[in-house]
T-cell receptor, first 116, second 109 residues
Framework: ETGVTQTPRHLVMGMTNKKSLKCEQHLGHNAMYWYKQSAKKPLELMFV???????ENNSVPSRFSPECPNSSHLFLHLHTLQPEDSALYLCASSLSGGTSGANVLTFGAGSRLTVL | GQNIDQPTEMTATEGAIVQINCTYQ??????LFWYQQHAGEAPTFLSY??LDGLEEKGRFSSFLSRSKGYSYLLLKELQMKDSASYLC??????????WGAGTKLIIKP
């Protein structure tokens, strides 16, 4: 149990489908993140929410749409994805937006997405 | 541009010692992290260095030299469960995390 739970763990979707990834944390953290992890590549930061406000959007295509309804939940809505979007999507949380002390990230186990 | 370099894959023997290197070129520096990620699992925090020197935590140690832009993770008394990917990340001058591509460590009996 990592404290950050992601569902579903595996998702296969066609390019015309709409699906959502869900992330939940009950660690009392106030910042949440979406990362994309592709094989043999560095983690790519997609979105950051701090105190439920989006503070970072790293040039992510509009087919990815984040939502943070409260400090414990984060969603990634997926629409008309491309095969190159197939990857592991990791959610993480931390106590702050990144400027104090170690600011350790706690990650979920990820959602493995395959786009056909 | 900003860059983190670490070996793609390493192999070591159970009971031995292995050192995983990480070199970085970033705009500013506000700390270096090591995370461990077993296949199909979440990355988990191992260590944080912000000052030069060695930080020891049981079988794992992490070293930092800011002047050389260099860190290493040292794993002693290797166990089969240490087979995993090890991710190096640097927090730059803007407090953005820059990640390496990870080192896959294979432990052989």
């Amino acid at each position: 149990e990592t404290g950050v739970t992601q569902t579903p763990r595996h998702l296969v979707m066609g390019m015309t489908n709409k699906k959502s990834l869900k992330c939940e944390q009950h660690l009392g953290h106030n910042a949440m993140y979406w990362y994309k992890q592709s094989a043999k590549k560095p983690l790519e930061l997609m979105f950051v929410y701090s105190l439920e406000e989006r503070v970072e959007n790293n040039s992510v295509p509009s087919r990815f749409s984040p939502e943070c309804p409260n400090s414990s939940h984060l969603f990634l809505h997926l629409h008309t994805l491309q095969p190159e979007d197939s990857a592991l999507y990791l959610c993480a949380s931390s106590l702050s937006g990144g400027t104090s002390g170690a600011n350790v990230l706690t990650f979920g186990a990820g959602s493995r997405l395959t786009v056909l | 541009g900003q860059n983190i370099d670490q070996p793609t894959e390493m192999t070591a023997t159970e009971g031995a010692i292995v050192q995983i290197n990480c070199t970085y070129q970033t705009s500013g520096f506000n700390g270096l992290f090591w995370y461990q990620q077993h296949a199909g699992e979440a990355p988990t925090f191992l260590s944080y260095n912000v000052l030069d020197g060695l930080e020891e935590k049981g079988r794992f140690s992490s070293f930092l030299s800011r002047s050389k832009g260099y860190s290493y993770l040292l794993l002693k008394e290797l166990q089969m469960k240490d087979s995993a990917s090890y991710l190096c990340a640097v927090r730059d001058g803007n407090y953005q995390l820059i990640w390496g591509a990870g080192t896959k460590l294979i432990i052989k009996p």
